[in-house]
């Protein structure tokens, strides 16, 4: 059964492209996955925490944990994620 018109069928088939107009390139697979490496680094909410608390400037891993009230490896392997992300 067709619910939609050939005029309706025609504008969401076909891809209209203005003349002199360039397509972009689609990422490099290495840019696609340094982006999707980042957005998982801000996933969590522990990462989101401590970048929130690094954005005034740099703090050792003790003061982290105090503030968090997370344990030391915890914190510790959280910024090891964000390091390599």
């Given at each position: 059964?067709?619910?939609?018109?050939?005029?309706?069928?025609?504008?969401?088939?076909?891809?209209?492209?203005?003349?002199?107009?360039?397509?972009?390139?689609?990422?490099?697979?290495?840019?696609?996955?340094?982006?999707?490496?980042?957005?998982?680094?801000?996933?969590?909410?522990?990462?989101?925490?401590?970048?929130?608390?690094?954005q005034?400037?740099?703090?050792?891993?003790?003061d982290?944990?105090?503030?968090?009230?997370?344990?030391?490896?915890?914190?510790?392997?959280?910024?090891?994620?964000?390091?390599?992300?």
């Amino acid at each position: 059964m067709d619910y939609l018109g050939e005029e309706a069928r025609r504008q969401t088939c076909h891809l209209v492209i203005e003349p002199g107009r360039e397509m972009k390139k689609p990422p490099s697979i290495e840019t696609a996955g340094n982006i999707d490496l980042m957005f998982r680094a801000f996933s969590d909410r522990t990462r989101l925490r401590i970048l929130h608390i690094l954005q005034d400037g740099e703090l050792c891993v003790g003061d982290i944990v105090e503030i968090l009230r997370a344990p030391q490896p915890r914190v510790s392997r959280h910024l090891a994620y964000l390091r390599k992300a």
